[in-house]
C-alpha cells in the first residue's frame, strides 16, 4: 500500500523549522505537483536546487512532515519557473512513481495544500485565516474559528460468499478497473454500521461478522479508509444502485485480479483474497 514506506518511518508531528538545503520542495497548483525532470526521470526537487530560481524561497516555506531524516516543505505561493528543469505533472503520476515513499510524500503533500488553499477564509465571518502557531491548524484572524486538516473516514469492504468475493466498476469517473465496495461515514455513524448501510445501498444484501482489516490514508481524495472484510448473511441477489455502480457480481479467487502495483487497502484485500489469506 502507499503509506506502506517501511524500513523508512513517515513523521506527521506537528514542527516549527526551516528547510536545510538537501530539504524536499513540495509545490502545487490545482492538482499538478512540481517535479523535476531529468533525462526522462521525475524527482521531488530539493530546495538548492530551486533557490537559484526562486526568490526568497526559504520565508515561504512551510513544513510538513519528516521521512526519516529529511524534511519536506510546502511553498504555496510561487510559480513554477519556466525554461528550466521543473515541470508540474498530474498528481496521477503518483499511482505509478519510483521510489513508492516519494509518491507517498508528495500525495500527502497534496492533501495539505487543497486544505490550505479551500480554508483561506473563515467559513463563520469571512475573514482572512492564517495559519495556527502550535498545531497544524487555519485560525480566523477575526473570530478566532479553528480549523483542522480535512480528513474523510470512508469504510471499504471485502465481501465473501462462500468461496466468492463481491467486486464491482463505478459508473462514473476515469477508474475502470474492479473494485471492493466503499462509502463515506455518514454523521452519527460507526464504522460497522455504515458497512451495513453502504452494502445495503449499492448492492442490496445484507452483511454479518464485520471485522476490522487495515486502514489506510488516501490524500488523492482527502480520505481516510477503514478496511473491513464482512461475510455475506442470507440471499446472494445483487440489486445494483445504478447512479453509483455500472456493475457488480461474485467471483471466485482465480478470477479476482491482483492488480500492480497494489497502492490501495482495497486491492491489498482482493490480493489477500485470491491467495486464500481471507475469507477461508
Ligand atoms: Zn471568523
Excluded at 510546502?74 to 528550466?84: A, E, I, K, N, S
Excluded at 465571518?125 to 491548524?137: I, K, L, Q
Excluded at 468461496?163 to 466498476?169: A, E, P, V
Excluded at 453509483?244 to 482495497?266: K, N
Aim: with cysteine.
Amino acid at each position: 500500500m502507499i503509506q506502506e514506506i517501511a524500513p523508512r518511518r513517515f513523521d506527521p508531528s506537528y514542527r516549527r523549522q526551516r528547510p536545510k538545503k538537501e530539504d524536499y520542495l513540495l509545490h502545487y497548483e490545482y492538482n499538478k505537483v512540481m517535479l523535476k525532470k531529468e533525462n526522462g526521470i521525475f524527482s521531488l526537487p530539493r530546495f538548492a536546487q530551486v533557490e537559484k530560481e526562486v526568490p526568497r524561497l526559504e520565508e515561504k516555506a512551510e513544513y510538513l512532515f519528516s521521512i526519516d531524516e529529511r524534511a519536506y516543505f510546502g511553498v504555496w505561493d510561487m510559480t513554477c519557473p519556466d525554461f528550466t528543469d521543473f515541470v508540474m505533472e498530474g498528481l496521477q503520476i503518483f499511482q505509478n512513481f519510483e521510489p513508492m515513499y516519494q509518491a507517498f510524500a508528495g500525495i500527502t503533500g497534496s492533501q495539505i495544500y487543497r486544505w490550505r488553499q479551500s480554508r483561506k477564509y473563515c467559513g463563520c465571518c469571512g475573514s482572512p485565516m492564517a495559519p495556527g502557531e502550535t498545531e497544524r491548524s487555519m485560525v480566523c484572524t477575526a473570530c478566532g474559528h479553528t480549523e483542522y486538516p480535512k480528513i474523510s473516514p470512508a469504510i471499504i469492504v471485502a465481501i465473501i460468499n462462500g468461496d466468492k468475493l463481491l467486486m464491482s466498476r463505478y459508473a462514473h469517473g476515469v477508474y475502470r478497473r474492479y473494485a471492493l465496495i466503499a462509502g463515506y461515514v455518514e454523521v452519527g455513524e460507526t464504522f460497522e454500521e455504515c458497512v451495513r448501510r453502504e452494502v445495503m445501498e449499492e448492492v442490496g444484501l445484507k452483511v454479518k461478522n464485520i471485522r476490522y482489516y487495515k486502514s489506510q490514508p488516501w490524500a488523492f481524495s482527502d480520505t481516510v479508509m477503514i478496511g473491513f472484510t464482512a461475510q455475506l448473511d442470507g440471499d446472494d441477489t445483487i440489486q445494483l444502485q445504478e447512479d453509483e455502480l455500472s456493475e457488480a457480481g461474485w467471483y471466485t479467487r482465480d478470477q479476482v485480479i491482483a492488480y500492480e502495483p497494489c497502492l490501495s487497502v482495497g486491492h491489498e484485500m482482493m490480493a489477500a483474497f485470491k491467495a486464500g489469506k481471507i475469507g477461508s
